[in-house]
């Protein structure tokens, strides 16, 4: 359970690098400033690569928690 | 602020299965993470860009140790072996649900990536703009070092 109230959920389950960053950023660029995406994946690289994405995007990763298989991850648009 | 270099600069100089697929995933991954993306073709790279070459392009197994299932370069050479070990790699690529060539191509031209062919190349291979998939751009050693001359990463398949 999340107290986070995602504007958008973006479920990347099975698919493999790079696929779960490109469509995170696609995701990501739809949304408003401030606004928050929840992403799910499976890939078990996906937090490294989602820790790298926002330090390199300057986005912001709020909360990143696993359910069963699933890497869940929270983004706020920073800019 | 993010650090960091804002550019990649890949040059590809192989039309292979494998290395074609190290340069999409960069590229793409580089655009993803925001940083303004080309790949240089030359020589045997250009195979990637040609008209419906993407998803046909092959792995060798001749001269390749690091073959998953190791195949000897006696049998190697035979007739087919190329076509085999493609295949096998394509299913193992499936089984992951890995993008396919195609479609990492398609997302780097959505995701804005630059794709240069070079064009001393096409001269020396005779390959004429024509044979080239849409929306490529033609250009010298010059076109890319100057793209990669300013805050770039380059990297080289």
Redesign the interface.
């Known amino acids: 359970m999340s107290d986070i109230n995602p504007d958008l959920i973006l479920d990347n389950s099975?698919?493999?690098?790079?696929?779960p960053?490109?469509k995170?950023?696609k995701a990501v660029d739809g949304l408003q400033v401030g606004q928050i995406l929840k992403m799910i994946a499976t890939d078990p690289g996906s937090l490294p690569d989602v820790q790298?994405?926002v330090?390199?995007?300057?986005h912001e990763l709020l909360k990143y928690e696993t359910e069963g298989n699933k890497f869940i991850f929270y983004i706020r648009k920073a800019k | 602020m993010p650090e960091g270099k804002k550019r990649l600069a890949i040059i590809c100089l192989h039309g292979s299965l494998d290395v074609a697929f190290a340069t999409f995933v960069l590229a793409t991954a580089g655009a993803a993470m925001e940083m303004e993306t080309a790949v240089y073709f030359a020589f045997y790279g250009l195979e990637v860009l040609k008209k419906g070459k993407i998803n046909k392009l092959k792995v060798s197994p001749l001269a390749n140790p690091a073959m998953p299932v190791k195949i000897p370069n006696i049998i190697a050479m035979l007739p087919g072996m190329t076509a085999a070990a493609t295949a096998m790699m394509k299913s193992w690529m499936k089984k992951s649900k890995v993008a396919t060539l195609g479609e990492l191509l398609d997302t780097a031209r959505e995701l804005g990536v630059r794709l240069i062919a070079c064009q001393m190349s096409m001269d020396v291979m005779g390959i004429k703009k024509e044979d080239l998939i849409d929306g490529i751009e033609i250009g010298g050693a010059a076109t890319f070092l100057e793209f990669a001359s300013q805050d770039a990463i380059t990297l080289t398949f």
């Open positions: 099975g698919l493999a690098c790079p696929m960053i490109i995170t950023k790298a994405w330090s390199k995007t300057g």
